[in-house]
């Protein structure tokens, strides 16, 4: 049976290397948590852990509330389900108390790479580097 202090200790495991975001922020758990339930339709990985968010920014509180900016990209510009995915990633976001808004901005640049992958989203498609 793994601790909650085990389970910390892997967490580093679960996140891209290149992602920008506020860590120590307290919504921060609840949108991350969001974003790993939101699967590739292709890949079968959660593109939090697949590295194709890039960024995201929690706007200051006004009223209690705040806006959440995330920044993302897909793994081809021919994605099956590049009108569907930042639907999907507002979905995950827009219904964690605290937040009144979600913008989700595409973009291309910079070009997802394997690189961008967590280590456990290489661990679940069998890619070692």
Known sequence: MNSEK??????????????EAPFDHPLWPQIEAGLKEIYDPELSVNIFELGIIYKVDILPEVKGVSDVKVTMSLTSPACPSAHEMPVWVQGAILPI??????????V???TWNLSMMAETARMQLNMFM
């Open 6 to 19: 085990e389970q910390d200790n892997y967490d580093h495991l679960s996140r891209p290397p290149h992602l």
């Open 108 to 110: 291309w640049e910079p």
């Open 97 to 106: 108390e605290g937040i009144m808004g979600c913008e989700v901005d595409l």
